[in-house]
């Protein structure tokens, strides 16, 4: 079996580096990435594969048979968003839209997932399918969750997906995975205490929501301290109050809005964070002789990688890039990612790639306005989703 090196793409890192800081200079975001998917769609033809598009408005599928009878289908998904952000880097290739930037590399993932597809439109030395699937909208809309709403997996077979994240800190074109939950289920609740206001002055004449509003925020913890098991995990953070108007200090308002996020590994913390959320609200307001109305919206589900097809990850990887920069159990990450839904319909695995600047001290996060995918990997993420295709549907298959 060939071992695919970032090195065999060397002659194609130009080209790379040109379609990312284009696609980097027009960032377009959730279900509106026309230019994008023109670009993508285009290429893909250009090599030779099939293309289907509009799946989620934007959504591009490339479908490539290999040059060997086989029955497997494997999907390879990308991410084709960017982020509502006014970019601060000043380099030539800068978003040119005001409050829109690639902030979180989707213009990389993109652009490595072409460089795979054309690398295997060339040499298709697989036997079975492969599906490159572009997906619009990652960033708080669920383009995942809408592209297998409108069928995505019915038209396009998949055996098992898998999906690819740059992360800065970890080291160039280093690999990061774990087996079983990697990214936490993000959802969101918010809980409206009703009491009937009146005058600061004289509160006994009314009942007064804030109280419990203030009660419930500080509550909210003890569900992450006593009800979730210490052995598990759960994030519930407050990011929302409002209550009353600047200029009536005076007055006791009639209603305390308290909105937040909450995260979780497993459907068991989930419902647990669901439930106690709203038997807190409930039972404080009625101890102030208020009321509470309680909404929990779930957003993304826990990202839970399948024991199989991470091995395969962490060997294509190790093929990539040599086993000493691919750690196989790297801790959970309390972020969410939408590829979690595909994840839910199908098994496959979710990567992280380094995007670099732990060697040089420090970088900008995804979503920082100074953030920027780093070029030098395109190459080492195009290799990666080779190797993995060889490992799925090659000789060693
Ligand atoms: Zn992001
Ligand atoms: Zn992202």
Redesign the pocket.
């Known amino acids: 079996m060939t071992r695919y090196t970032p090195d065999l793409f060397a002659a194609d890192h130009a080209d790379l580096t040109a379609i990312r800081r284009d696609i980097h200079r027009h960032p377009e975001t959730a279900f509106e990435e026309q230019r994008t998917s023109q670009i993508v769609a285009d290429k893909l033809a250009s090599w030779g594969i099939e293309v289907h598009r509009g799946l989620a408005r934007t959504g591009v599928v490339g479908t490539l048979k290999g040059r060997r009878p086989g029955q497997k289908t494997i999907g390879l998904r990308a991410d084709m968003d960017a982020?509502h952000l006014q970019e601060k880097n000043e380099f030539d290739y800068a978003s040119v839209h005001a409050n829109k930037m690639h902030?979180?590399g989707?213009d990389g993932h993109t652009t490595m997932l072409l460089g795979a597809a054309k690398h295997l439109a060339a040499s298709p030395d697989f036997a079975g399918t492969v599906h490159f699937i572009f997906q619009p909208a990652?960033?708080g809309e669920g383009g995942a969750r809408v592209m297998i709403e409108e069928g995505l997996f019915d038209i396009f077979n998949c055996d098992a997906v898998y999906g690819m994240h740059n992360m800065p800190g970890l080291s160039k074109g280093h690999f990061a995975i774990c087996a079983g939950p990697m990214l936490a289920a993000s959802d969101s609740w918010q809980v409206t205490f009703k009491g009937t206001g009146g005058h600061g002055a004289m509160p006994h004449m009314g009942t007064d929501p804030t109280q419990p509003a203030a009660q419930f925020i500080l509550a909210v913890q003890g569900i992450v301290g006593r009800n979730v098991p210490p052995t598990q995990t759960a994030v519930l953070s407050v990011g929302h109050i409002h209550a009353g108007t600047f200029g009536s200090p005076n007055v006791i308002p009639s209603e305390a809005l308290v909105r937040g996020t909450a995260r979780s590994y497993t459907p068991e913390v989930r419902a647990l964070l669901e439930r106690r959320l709203g038997e807190v609200a409930a039972g404080i307001a009625q101890a102030c002789g208020c009321e509470a109305e309680y909404k929990y919206f779930r957003r993304y589900p826990p990202l839970i990688n399948s024991v199989e097809q991470t091995s395969l990850a962490v060997e294509a990887a190790a093929l990539t890039v040599g086993r000493d920069k691919v750690d196989p159990n790297t801790p959970r990450i309390t972020g969410a990612e939408d590829f979690a839904f595909m994840l839910e319909k199908k098994p496959g695995a979710y990567i992280m790639i380094g995007n670099g600047g732990a060697e040089e001290g420090g970088c900008h996060y995804?979503?920082s306005p100074l953030y920027d995918f780093n070029d030098a990997i395109l190459t080492t993420g195009a290799a990666y989703w080779v190797n993995l295709v060889q490992l799925e549907l090659g000789d060693a298959a």
């Open positions: 982020l902030a979180c989707h990652e960033e995804v979503h």
